[in-house]
């Protein structure tokens, strides 16, 4: 007897018939960048990615949009979705497009401290041309061909160490995870003055109230401000010193 129930579209798709086209990836890294067929583009990815760091750098990441850049190209709004589909994959670019900026050496010198303590100040150095970046990190972390050269990089730089890959994945998490911190709040500090000034105050009269023994303590022996890059290289001695040390058992 025949099935009175609907067919489900799994089972439509078992049947001879037209062919069901395959979804395509949510990873822009997994779409080809052009097919080959038709005439050559009059844009690329790289290109699109550099317009849209140009209007971030200048106004922030929520003046970046598809009109604005495609504005800034010359191109049509909708020509654009042709190369990226959606606003989240312009991002995934934008963060990828910026990794390229690492001057990475052909090999590490052997010394994996000086190594990374480079490594750290050339990400810095990053975060700060670009102070829209070190939020996009944090909230949509991306993977793309350049950022995959740089983890290649540390994995090279921290293989003398004799952790394991695991681990020392594990270290780079902590390692640029502090940095991108580190530029975060120097932005709050530099944007934020009244702000800084305010929240110094209230914690030297929470010190001086005597109901935080060890706030005043540390109050007492902490000196004047230090300069940022002496404090940005101070406490990366420590998180390198951090990651390197063996797990306990």
Same mark, same amino acid.
């Given at each position: ?11 439509? /798709? ?55 850049? $495609?504005?800034?190209?010359? /191109? ?70 350049? $950022? ?40 709050? $500090? ?15 009269? /929470? ?12 109050? /007492? ?25 063996? $797990?306990?058992?």
């Amino acid at each position: 007897m025949p099935s009175s129930k609907t067919p489900t579209d799994s089972e439509s /798709a078992e049947r001879p018939g037209k062919p069901v086209p395959p979804e395509a990836p949510e990873l822009i890294w997994l779409r080809p960048e052009r097919t080959g067929r038709g005439p050559r583009p009059a844009h690329s990815r790289d290109s699109i990615a550099a317009a849209a760091i140009v209007i971030a750098d200048a106004e922030g990441l929520d003046a970046v949009s598809m009109r604005r850049v $495609a504005a800034a190209l010359g /191109a049509g709004t909708m020509s654009l979705y042709n190369y990226v589909p959606k606003k989240e994959h312009l991002l995934d670019l934008m963060l990828d497009a910026a990794s390229g900026e690492y001057r990475l050496p052909p090999e590490p010198s052997g010394d994996v401290r000086a190594d990374l303590a480079r490594l750290a100040h050339e990400q810095l150095a990053i975060f700060r041309r670009h102070p829209w970046l070190p939020a996009l990190v944090l909230a949509r972390p991306s993977i793309g061909p350049n $950022a995959l050269r740089y983890t290649d990089h540390f994995l090279a730089v921290t293989a003398p160490t004799g952790l394991a890959g695991g681990a020392r994945m594990e270290a780079m998490a902590l390692f640029n995870g502090f940095i991108c911190q580190f530029a975060q709040y120097e932005q709050t $500090a530099a944007a934020g003055a009244k702000w800084q000034t305010e929240m110094v105050g209230y914690l030297t009269q /929470a010190a001086m109230s005597g109901e935080y023994p060890h706030l005043a303590q540390a109050f /007492a022996t902490s000196g004047p401000p230090a300069d940022p890059d002496q404090a940005f290289d101070r406490t990366l001695d420590r998180v390198i010193h951090a990651i390197l040390a063996p $797990a306990a058992q």
